[in-house]
């Protein structure tokens, strides 16, 4: 297949797994053309199967604000009749699935027609394609897809709630490659770089807004490390984090508190972790609590959203409501106290890890490609209207 992926190209969560997604299709020898404003971060290597095409928006002073979604449209359009797609994937509603359909419109107008599905990541939905100014572009934009997925049963039950779904939404998890974990784990530890033998390590990393509940973070280590030895490595950046660093030096914590900033080492810094903290407002799927439970690091997180559906309560970790920093510091230090406890937890968050490796989910994104596809000829065999080149 030549399948088109549009997706953001940066640290966040839809992007890295489009992005994942289509380096690990192009291994199995599908030809995939990324589509975005700037290469994603996670596209180092470039194989013979994989394409990077951007997508310039040229500035013009009747602009106060460029018109992305235009340029996006066009260079789908461009794209298609190029390369000769297959199926289009668009990872967030806004502005992706909006473009993707007008450059369908455009496409049918030459007489090519093409599957879109469009993946539904959270904050498309629950915030920003909430707001009242986008929502009827986003229900438009969901209902005129071919396919649509979510990344969690969590974020389909939302959709329907917040917005007049006319479609199926097919729940198809975020994933993991546990392969690459697996080689990784032959790399040199390095704990001593950044904790005494002593010190338990704790780590969070996100985009630090403020739906993550910087705060909590913050006075769940204080209470832990009142407790034993440790660590917190704070990874990632965003406008919560300069609020983080002044809350550390108020409660007299700075030494013992590491900002990275934004890292391309989270494998490194997961594998020599001992827990992971994530007590979020909401997260539609969670994908940093699953990466870190890749490496075998048990995960205490609120039960808001999608999280419960992958950070199993009393198992791989423990979820508690929103804001309940006492009962979070609570299951953490039962975690952490017990050597035995500990590699417990650890054991049963990678098998609970498994059932999101990649093998499990990218057939079902194959599936749902092939039926999209078979659908589109089908419809086009029907037609009297030629397929024009």
């Not at 997604?21 to 700037?38: D, K, N």
Request: net charge negative; charged share 25%; with cysteine.
């Amino acid at each position: 297949m030549k399948i088109a992926i549009v997706c953001y190209p940066t640290f966040g969560g839809s992007g890295v797994v489009a992005t994942e997604l289509g380096l690990e299709l192009a291994r199995l020898g599908h030809e995939v053309h990324f589509i975005t404003y700037s290469q994603p971060v996670r596209l180092a290597l470039l194989s013979p199967n994989v394409h990077y095409h951007e997508v310039n928006v040229p500035e013009y002073p009747l602009f106060h604000y460029q018109p992305y979604e235009l340029a996006l449209s066009s260079k789908l359009v461009d794209m298609v009749k190029l390369y000769k797609i297959d199926v289009l994937h668009v990872h967030y509603a806004i502005p992706h699935a909006y473009a993707g359909y007008m450059a369908k419109q455009m496409l049918k107008n030459e007489g090519i027609e093409i599957p879109m599905i469009t993946t539904l990541h959270g904050t498309d939905i629950t915030l920003v394609g909430n707001h009242p100014h986008y929502k009827p572009a986003v229900s438009f934009s969901i209902n005129k897809s071919d396919v649509v997925t979510s990344v969690s049963q969590s974020l389909k039950e939302d959709t329907y709630k917040l917005f007049n779904i006319k479609r199926e939404i097919h729940v198809v998890p975020n994933f993991i490659e546990l392969d690459k974990n697996i080689k990784d784990y032959n790399i040199p530890c390095q704990r001593t770089l950044i904790a005494k033998p002593e010190e338990r390590i704790i780590t969070h990393i996100s985009n630090f807004r403020k739906v993550k509940c910087i705060p909590d973070i913050v006075r769940i280590f204080y209470k832990i490390q009142q407790e034993i030895p440790a660590k917190l490595l704070m990874v990632g950046d965003g406008p919560e984090k300069e609020k983080a660093e002044l809350l550390c030096q108020e409660l007299g914590i700075v030494e013992k508190v590491i900002f990275f900033g934004n890292s391309n080492e989270i494998d490194k810094i997961l594998s020599n972790s001992d827990l992971f903290l994530l007590p979020s407002e909401t997260e539609s799927f969670g994908l940093a609590a699953l990466e870190a439970m890749a490496w075998g690091v048990p995960v205490i997180s609120s039960n808001s959203g999608g999280l419960p559906e992958v950070n199993f309560d009393g198992v791989s970790g423990y979820l508690s409501n929103v804001g309940n920093v006492d009962e979070m510091a609570d299951n953490a230090l039962k975690i952490l106290k017990d050597d035995a406890v500990l590699a417990q937890f650890k054991d049963n968050a990678l098998l609970v890890a498994q059932k999101f490796d990649i093998k499990h989910i990218l057939p079902l994104y194959i599936d749902i490609y092939e039926k999209a596809i078979r659908k589109y000829t089908k419809k086009s065999k029907h037609s009297s209207r030629p397929h024009k080149e």
